[in-house]
């Protein structure tokens, strides 16, 4: 890939990176169809981390072939768009970010998956943000084009296990989980790769990257925040249901084992006899109580046996007082 610089229509210099196969003529980019056999074969995926500095990952099937952070405008440029009053009807990183869209399109990029931003910390971050993301939907309704997005803290989550991991966090964790192609700078903390520094933005296009190799796996998904919410609230009320289940069968069987321990005393109480014409009651401390005289007798553990070898009921009667 290279860079050319072209004029703007506000007279500022336009920085466009360009792939080999696409031409531009008289500022318009001439979006070639990609090769009917290379995408049966491999899905080109641009992963998008977006913003003035937008970082992007490449890839061909889950293997990522090349990254890095296309700067949109720089500090001058803004100030001079803004001079020319030029932010609120012709803002610039809105044409640089849709010229570098169609490119890799013409490139033969068939899905593009960004990072789906939804607090900023301003108003103009905010509007800025939403028009990189329009981008792609203009895109996407233009082609075949498949988007799909990842939410923030899904994608920290992915990558360190947490949802609030920093930046650099999120760097240490890519050095750690690919050593072989990213080092860490024992200075900065920013990673390496082949001697280049990685700057924040590219290393969450990584990430993104590598989130999209899973979700092909079949490992993660590319559910949106509410649709994660409501799939929770769903497991949630599951959970709930089978619990409350389990409790009710719980239930049952206590009270089936009570209803037969009830049954096998009253069979033990009958099987020793009646007491003054009347069966005996049961009462505490494993006894039998006839309800005329009062008289006490322990019953046996098992239902019509003594409760010890050779004994005989009648030796085991007791007067209550």
Same mark, same amino acid.
């Given at each position: ?161 947490? =949802?609030? *991991?920093?930046? +650099?966090?999120?760097? @240490? !964790? ?5 050593? &072989?192609?990213?080092?860490?700078? /024992? ?98 401390? =494993?006894? *039998?109580?006839? +309800?005329?005289?009062? @008289? !006490? ?5 098992? &239902?019509?046996?003594?409760?010890? /070898? ?12």
């Amino acid at each position: 890939m290279k860079s050319i610089a072209e004029p703007g229509e506000t007279g500022i210099t336009r920085r466009l990176v360009v792939n080999p196969g696409p031409t531009a003529t008289g500022g318009e980019i001439q979006v070639a169809p990609p090769d009917a056999r290379t995408q049966a074969a491999v899905v080109r995926t641009l992963a998008l981390d977006l913003g003035t500095q937008t970082g992007w990952a490449l890839m061909a099937g889950q293997e990522i072939i090349e990254s890095g952070t296309e700067l949109l405008a720089s500090e001058e440029e803004l100030r001079q768009q803004r001079r020319e009053g030029k932010e609120r009807t012709a803002e610039i990183r809105f044409a640089r970010f849709h010229d570098f869209v169609a490119l890799e399109m013409a490139a033969g990029v068939t899905r593009i998956v960004f990072e789906d931003v939804i607090f900023a910390g301003s108003q103009a971050q905010t509007q800025l943000w939403a028009s990189l993301r329009a981008v792609i939907w203009v895109a996407a309704r233009r082609s075949n084009l498949d988007v799909f997005c990842v939410p923030v803290a899904t994608l920290k989550v992915f990558a360190t296990g947490d =949802g609030s *991991a920093k930046k +650099l966090e999120m760097a @240490q !964790a890519l050095a750690l989980a690919q050593p &072989a192609q990213y080092a860490a700078d /024992p200075e900065t903390g920013m990673l390496r790769r082949n001697g280049r520094l990685l700057d924040d933005n590219e290393v969450d296009a990584i990430w993104l990257a590598l989130y999209t190799a899973a979700v092909d796996r079949g490992e993660e998904d590319f559910l949106g925040v509410y649709q994660r919410k409501a799939a929770r609230k769903a497991e949630r009320r599951t959970r709930r249901a089978v619990a409350k289940a389990q409790r009710k069968a719980r239930n049952e069987v206590r009270e089936d084992e009570q209803k037969t321990k009830r049954q096998a005393l009253m069979a033990s109480i009958k099987a020793m006899g009646k007491c003054c014409g009347v069966f005996r009651k049961p009462a505490p401390y =494993g006894r *039998a109580v006839c +309800l005329k005289c009062g @008289q !006490a007798i322990r019953i046996p553990k098992q &239902a019509g046996a003594p409760s010890a /070898p050779g004994a005989s009921p009648a030796l085991e009667r007791a007067h209550l007082i």
